[in-house]
């Protein structure tokens, strides 16, 4: 099936920043997540979903402390993910069609993705699911006013 117009925004701009590395506020706001995530106190090898990952800066933190999966609907975000961390789980998904676990994760990693998301609420109501009984969300937004 051939990319969607939304997938191929995402591959591009997926593309730049693997190009140019993390800039700015961006690095910034990766140590910022990883350093609350590892504040949480998770033992190691808990189960980790990392929502909208993107090409990988958070998972090359944090994929050493948890039974990790990165998942992203850009096929070229998955790919360069992949190269940068071979050893590392990583899907390419479209998260509300995915066949999501009940009950699976201990955390579930939301970096700035929620924003660009059309069914907002049908997201938070599946990674409700998809967590065990007391897991955690994560999420970040660049906008606070983005989600309903």
């Given at each position: 099936m051939p990319p969607t117009k939304e997938q191929l925004?995402?591959?591009?701009?997926?593309?730049?920043?693997?190009?140019?590395?993390?800039?700015?506020?961006?690095?910034?706001?990766?140590?910022?997540v990883v350093a609350e995530v590892k504040n949480l106190n998770f033992p190691h090898g808990s189960k980790m979903l990392d929502l909208g990952c993107g090409a990988g800066w958070t998972s090359e933190r944090l994929h050493q402390d948890f039974d990790y999966l990165g998942l992203d609907f850009s096929e070229k975000a998955i790919a360069d993910a992949r190269l940068r961390l071979p050893q590392t789980k990583f899907e390419t998904a479209d998260f509300l069609v995915?066949?999501?676990?009940?009950?699976?994760?201990?955390?579930?990693?939301?970096?700035?993705?929620?924003?660009?998301?059309?069914?907002?609420?049908?997201?938070?109501?599946?990674?409700?699911?998809?967590?065990?009984?007391?897991?955690?969300?994560?999420?970040?937004?660049?906008?606070?006013?983005?989600?309903?």
């Amino acid at each position: 099936m051939p990319p969607t117009k939304e997938q191929l925004v995402w591959d591009k701009w997926n593309s730049a920043q693997v190009s140019n590395g993390l800039v700015g506020e961006r690095v910034g706001l990766c140590e910022t997540v990883v350093a609350e995530v590892k504040n949480l106190n998770f033992p190691h090898g808990s189960k980790m979903l990392d929502l909208g990952c993107g090409a990988g800066w958070t998972s090359e933190r944090l994929h050493q402390d948890f039974d990790y999966l990165g998942l992203d609907f850009s096929e070229k975000a998955i790919a360069d993910a992949r190269l940068r961390l071979p050893q590392t789980k990583f899907e390419t998904a479209d998260f509300l069609v995915w066949k999501a676990p009940v009950s699976e994760f201990d955390v579930v990693l939301c970096v700035d993705t929620i924003a660009v998301i059309r069914e907002q609420d049908a997201v938070i109501e599946k990674i409700a699911r998809s967590l065990k009984s007391r897991g955690w969300l994560v999420i970040t937004c660049v906008n606070p006013f983005c989600y309903s």
